[in-house]
């Protein structure tokens, strides 16, 4: 089974179209360029439909960058 951080890291490179490599915890809207409003709503449909879960619209607000991502799904795939 691959891992949760795995999964958020391939799927924020997809949707933000940046390597795979260039995600680290501290990746946000701040450091990858692609990171907009439109994107922002596209990475949490994307990561809902990964790993079969709903986030609330406060979920959504406090997503600003990787590490906060993963401190939320980590919450989420476990409850």
């Not at 951080?5 to 924020?12: A, G, L, Q």
């Not at 490179?13 to 360029?33: A, K, W």
């Not at 879960?53 to 959504?60: K, M």
Request: hydrophobic content about 50%; proline content about 4%; overall charge negative.
């Amino acid at each position: 089974m691959i891992a949760v951080e795995d999964r958020i890291y391939r799927v924020v490179s997809d949707v933000m179209g940046v390597p795979v490599t260039e995600i680290v915890d501290e990746s946000s809207p701040d450091t990858i360029e692609a990171w907009e409003s439109l994107s922002h709503i596209n990475l949490v449909l994307a990561l809902e439909a990964e790993f079969g879960i709903s986030l609330t619209p406060e979920d959504v607000l406090e997503m600003l960058s990787v590490g906060l991502i993963k401190t939320i799904l980590k919450e989420k795939v476990a409850a």
